[in-house]
């Protein structure tokens, strides 16, 4: 009737103005309508999106405002599982670290995840700390809950790069591996009975909780590829094994920002360059590189063939060598073992000899990155054969690889010197035409401070935001979380995490600088970013404010970086 | 005769000319003088002093050219003991730590230290690596012998900030302490064997050398009379125990610009803090909280006595708390032994689970300086209680204390101010007019970065040039010399070692831009410079150039920086 019509007008009108589905209280008194409060709906995620592609399909409302109009972060989740509705009571709370819903057995190690997966069940990985020797395990398990570390934390990064459900310092949880249990606030549970967890809320319960499954929905394809055409940044993905570039491919990355190649020294890789580490017999030594570089020449020719056409980002060697090596103290208990039970303990003597060896009192701060390659420079060159092999293999199948080496941890020019003259060395050696682009990543504020000397032998740069934080600011991200970043956050003696936002006045100010004096003199060099916050919303609207080219992150937030950076394109008026 | 006057002119023109003393090679041929070469002398640094300071007085050169003429470094070893020539060979090198010789009989523990003095024999402190608790004995040993660590470890700084000889990273030896064992090179010796050591060379030799002590000529103090006169830096002194501020005053320091509270924290001192960590009973906290306060006040009025009249700045606790707690391989040891002699585990046990609660994986980065006064405000309030009881006493003695209070590793505004507003409620609640300084160390990439904001609560700045080293190279200092600075600057990466000649691109560069910004919105700011660096020739010429008020460095090196300071004028046309 007259007043239904009149509703609907004024609905039209607001739904115009606000961009997005409205809502609207009425009271009808004396015959006439009366118009309470008009606001726009309360949508879940999924339908508020629809909902404005709806509007803009209808010329209601522009691309623009359908862009503008959805949070970025929605579209992590989107695709994740979550729960069922039910009402069990949490367990215990952690950070929700990586998004998603898993349920699945208890298993305290990487065999008992084998074990499980091998009985088709789905495995949740309960652990202390994620080491590098689980990493290869990661992509098998359905989630996992650990101990020690925050969303800022190392294990939070590899979990949310491969898009594996975790749930990461969680309290009120002890782990007993000789007896195979767990207990979780007032419930003692054994390896192989049910867990669920949610890694958007950090909830963790008892049993096998039913979950739902959802998939991407036509709309937000429609919303990205509009997205797609108003952005000016690119957005590529990170990833930690060749597999992952399929992630990037099928997000629509436009290029792997980040190969970690340390995470592919896991698995049966591990074992080589444990070898390599504790060995100083020359023979075993380069049988261990031989078998090395075989194995990273697979790993690289798995990359460039699922990247084909794209560039690939490949840093060498990151991590302080002691990351791959166990932990001294359990050493020592093994050797004390072994002792008792009157058994050869020479071989744990060896790799405890190395694993003191290697000890660092800050390992962030200390032999890593670049200063591998001049110490001990045959692991880089065997990671820069494998590339070129792999790039000659792929030349031969008739591909387009578009190999980018990047040199981490460069304070100097003068060390990203040595490594670009091997590079060129061993290029040169190949005998081919093999076109390799070498940069480095700017993570140390004095990079950042002599960016225009550095950027002179580079052809681009990536800022590691995550270690770019971490000097910056004086502050260890594997520790800070817990030790006093929440009081911090809390007390807003910080506004956000600086691990997941950037960090404008302190770290951005140096970004900034050194933007400005590497275009100076090298108006070419690319710039990118492939820290976490290459993901992070609001940190996207100030890259693309200070001129980045690119943004790269972990596969699961390439739809949002995309959006994100549309939003910032539109709001610059582009 | 003739010949002989006119060589007298010659060389005379030459010391005019050269400003020292001058050396000629001639030869009498044909009865005429011929002069060969002409260049300064190659004398004993002391005998050139004296000549420069006797040239000066016979009108021959200016106090400019004498002051130009002496290498500053040269003062920090005048006075020190050295080794009378011998025909040793020494056992083994490492690196010449804190300068000077010394004999003694070899001490492997704090308690053999004790003994030795209480034997009337002097004490070499044998040692893996200087401990927190070992400071406090470092004042009645004759010299230390450190197996780890190197010029730029904490070890070296604290044995040179007190003038005991030191040589640390010594090659080839291995300390047994069950057996009281100490092999070197080839040689076994016990405690107890006499053992010398030189470290101005890093040499070490079994026996008891014979020393030559020396003590400052009167030239040098009427050259660094004159050099007062013309440097516009200021030079203080750094302390690590009350005590030491009577060395800065006897070598005419104008303040103290680091009094390190942690320090102080030893002997007695540290078995209160580590109930402190140790014990969650509120009561026993409490106590141990006021025992601390008693302490302090003492350290704190000993302080303010020895400088009356001159500004001592007293740095509020710096370290990760951890590093008064004891190591926990060797707690995990103890309990073992406790366990299997039946004894009672539980209170070691309690100290282990505090030792792994404060553990982190990279300290340096974590939960230290201010972070401490945010989460546990408990400790930095008793230091500020102690610190102004003491400024009380002082003034009812009729001393003139002055007090400033500087805040370690500020990143951001914020933190200061929730510290400075803590100090100031404690000088109101004090009911007395007292006048205290409040200011805070810029030694973080992002302090320098935000330090406008940061000015703005300040009444000073100190660059604490070691931190900022270490943060803006990504380098801890106690893990990158052993491991590849060494390589960098032999492979000519590295122009110096970093944390002793200040980087002056990287680190240089941002302090500039942190006092530009200071000044700009605090022209009254005071700024000063506390590292290591303050006491560094090249860099005192860079914090001359840049503005900075005053260095301040450990006590034996106050001499070389008053001379380093005056040249750096006298270059600048001041």
Redesign the interface.
Known sequence: TEKFESLCAILDALERDLGSVARVDFVVEDDRLWCIDGRPADLEPTASIASAVDLVEEGVISQQQALLGVDPDHLETVATARLSPHSETALTYGSGAAPGAASGVICLDVEAVDEATARNLPAILVTREIRPEDVVSLGSVAGVLADRGGKASHAALVTRGIGTPAVIGASNMSINVPDRLVSIGDSVLSEGDWITLDGTTGEVFAGNLRLKKRTVPEEIKTLLAWADQWRTLEVWGNVDNPAAAALVRSAKGEGVGLARTEHMFSGEQLSIVRQLLTTTDQRARSAALGELEDAQIGDFETLLTSMDGLPVVVRLLDPPLHEFLPD??SI?RDIRLHATQGLDTAPLERIERAVSHYE????????RGV?LA??MPEIYRVQVLAALEAVRRRLDAGGNPQLHLMVP?V??V??LT?VRNMIEEEVHQAGRLLEVSVGTMI????AA??ADAIALQSDFFSFGTN?LT???????R???EE??LR??ID????AANPFQTL?I???G??MKMAITKARAVNPEIQIGVCGEHGGDTDSIAFFHAIGVDYVSCSPPRIASARLAAAQAAIRDGA
Not at 361 to 367: A, D
């Open positions: 001294r103290i020592l660092e009192s800050n390992p962030m701060l200390g032999m200063r001049i110490v941890l304070g100097a003068e060390e040595v993570e140390l504020p004095r401070l002599v270690d971490q000097t910056t600011l004086g502050m260890s594997d520790d800070a030790a006093f009081t911090y007390r807003g003696l910080l960090d006045d302190g770290v100010q140096l």
